[in-house]
């Protein structure tokens, strides 16, 4: 197999203190010469701007920092981080693919990033088109009719997709009273239960067949007169498509209920398949998994959400309309409309991403990129499958699309080495870890989605690295289990990492701790 050497990589480690640490009063990040005289010249001192009701009473508490010290100060943070840019990162269900400094560019235009969302529509017309033709796009893309941008997040659009399969049950079937339940497979990612359950509704839980799809038996005899619709993500959560699709909606429709598409990951289908002409009658997609915004870290998101014809009047308002003069305009008469689910009109800077991203692909590019994300993760899945300790479990001579989950229980029983070890050891190597202990229906499952945007010569060097921890979890486990060695930081205690009463989010919290701390002294 060809590829570089396998070689240890050594993150950079820095004792940074926290940016309030390094304030120092007096010192000023940035100078704008004769800006603030000429504003108090013309109209007064500044204060005079904002009025009385609505100043401050003390400037609010920011760190005073030289513009040298900030940059190193998020330098060294970000070396000592690991992103995309410094290596493959193969995040299952993430989609950490690399992003084109093109669409950041464009989203960093003046004319789109300087934009006010309080501005009359009529000197917005570019940013409005902007989004009226992406929603066509969308549309096009995933075969429905109509699209709104305004959720923030997959999450988010798929609450905004439930509130309207409860509208549509309101308005159009009358049945809302009695259809209170939403089927989920037990595969699905946690947040399609979590968003049925906060639009109202029952989750009912259909379990996965011996191949990992959905089992029609078991949906059969949950869909019936209470079923509000079902939420389906397609390539599933194992990576594997749902063959039987058109039946899985066949039922559910005639049982009067409707499909949610959890399009998250449109990575394996764009160009190939469209969730409209499966028979679904919503979906949402994350513009930023597939379609260009970095990520991690829970950063803006998007999560669009389209629907069929007859869903349309529940979009959320307002909605973008061009007139028949060709402009564009905002439009809130919607009586039916589930309302507005996001300030303004989403998070506006994902969006010309997005359409920088699809409009530089173009139909076949994006066809492409699907075709090569299928490619890539098969490749993955038929190397590492062959690993000594690790497997792919159900469904084994079915293709896998943009994913491929692996489970390490074989080399857990063999040695000792889990799923986590595994995953820690990664980073030595300079890889990130993939997606670990999810879908919860695989044992030991390593979650990987190398997306098109890794080489061949990248996808040989993760295969190779996990032979090597492989051959070094039969020889010397405790070397696997002691990893990571050359990261910035040692194994976390993933318990108090995660855990409210230690987990310090604020500048503020970190204070309360410390004089906690320091009143126990
Ligand atoms: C990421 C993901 C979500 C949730 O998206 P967020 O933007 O994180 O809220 C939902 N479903 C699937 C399948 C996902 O991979």
Redesign the pocket.
Known sequence: MVGHTLDHVRQAKWDEPLIFELHRPGIVGHLFPGAEASIVSEVGPLDSLIPPEMRRSSPPALPEVSEPRIVRHFTRLSQMNFSVTSGTYPLG??TMKYNPAVDEFCAALPGFAMLHPLQDPATTQGALELMWELEQWLAEITGMDAVTLQPA????G?WTGVMMVRAYHEHVTGESGQRDEILIPDSA?G??PASAAMAGYKVVVIPSSEEGLVDLDALKSVAGPHTAGLML?NPN?IGVFEKDIKEVAGVVHDAGGLLYY?G??LNAIMGVVRPGDMGFDLVHI?L??TMSTPHGGGGP?A?PVGVKEGLAEFLPVPRVTRRDDGTFDLDYDHPKSIGKVKSFYGNFGVLVRAYAYIYALGGPGLKRTSELAVLNANYVAHHVSRIPGLSLPFSKDVPRMHECVISASGLKEETGVTAMDIAKRLLDFGVHAPTVYFPLIVDEALMIEPTESETREELDYLIGVLQEISREAHEQPDVVRGAPYYAAIRRLDEYRAAHPKTLTLSWRAYRRQQERAEGQD
């Open positions: 269900s993430c997040a997959g999450a988010h798929e990612h947040t399609n993500t959560t959890d998250a990951n994350n930023h998994k998101g999560g």
